[in-house]
Antibody
Framework: EVQLLESGGGLVQPGGSLRLSCAAS????????MSWVRQAPGRGLEWVST????????YYTDSVKGRFTFSRDNSKNTVFLQMNSLRDEDTAVYYC???????????WGQGTLVTVSS | EIVMTQSPATLSVSPGERATLSCRAS??????LAWYQQKPGQAPRLLIY???TRATGIPARFSGSGSGTEFTLTITSLQSEDFAVYYC?????????FGGGTKVEIK
């Protein structure tokens, strides 16, 4: 059974940093790209970032470029989202999800809430 | 950036009836289009990928069609568990983009 378990969310002040993790199991981790998708309270889904299976290629939405870094450790079946210079508008539930170019995001975690507030 | 536009924003349907949801892309995304269902407090669930292929375990009452810029998700004979918000997403080009969602509510 595929499982994705996010952790690391919480309350942080504007300008602060947070590191999200997503531990995966039940599939050949290194064969899958992984994505982060966020959802602000009462809003729709917003793609944030994707990292390739090897970790070599990363893609980001413009609003987080230069502030967020998406990485992975295939030896630990875990991905990480390092979030710096956080803004109020980064407040959201952050979901990690698998991603393939042929079948989009088939598996999702339960999400972790990030709240940026003073 | 490819902009995805969903319509209507809200669809009121009676149980047992058909629901037709639309998604339009600002430029061609070929068949690189997915549909997701999301219920309150839950993560999204993949329904359709490749514009028309049902994901594993998705009932046959869900079907997707279209290519290029115009796509449709059809739910025949709506069940109580189908009332939710539905999102389309293009994965043809970066950045990946979602539509704003269609809420299917009980009439």
């Amino acid at each position: 059974e595929v499982q994705l378990l996010e952790s690391g969310g919480g309350l942080v002040q504007p300008g602060g940093s947070l590191r999200l993790s997503c531990a995966a199991s039940g599939f050949t981790f290194s064969s899958y790209a992984m994505s982060w998708v966020r959802q602000a309270p009462g809003r729709g889904l917003e793609w944030v970032s994707t990292v390739s299976g090897s970790g070599i290629n990363t893609y980001y939405t413009d609003s987080v470029k230069g502030r967020f870094t998406f990485s992975r450790d295939n030896s630990k079946n875990t991905v990480f989202l390092q979030m710096n210079s956080l803004r109020d508008e980064d407040t959201a539930v952050y979901y990690c999800a698998t991603y393939t170019s042929s079948s989009a995001s088939g598996y999702w975690g339960q999400g972790t809430l990030v709240t940026v507030s003073s | 950036e490819i902009v995805m536009t969903q319509s209507p924003a809200t669809l009121s349907v009676s149980p047992g009836e058909r629901a037709t949801l639309s998604c339009r892309a600002s430029q061609s995304v070929s068949s690189n289009l997915a549909w997701y269902q999301q219920k309150p407090g839950q993560a999204p669930r993949l329904l359709i990928y490749g514009a028309s292929t049902r994901a594993t375990g998705i009932p046959a009452r869900f079907s997707g069609s279209g290519s290029g810029t115009e796509f449709t998700l059809t739910i025949t004979s709506l069940q109580s568990e189908d009332f939710a918000v539905y999102y389309c997403q293009q994965y043809y080009d970066w950045p990946l983009t979602f539509g704003g969602g269609t809420k299917v509510e009980i009439k």
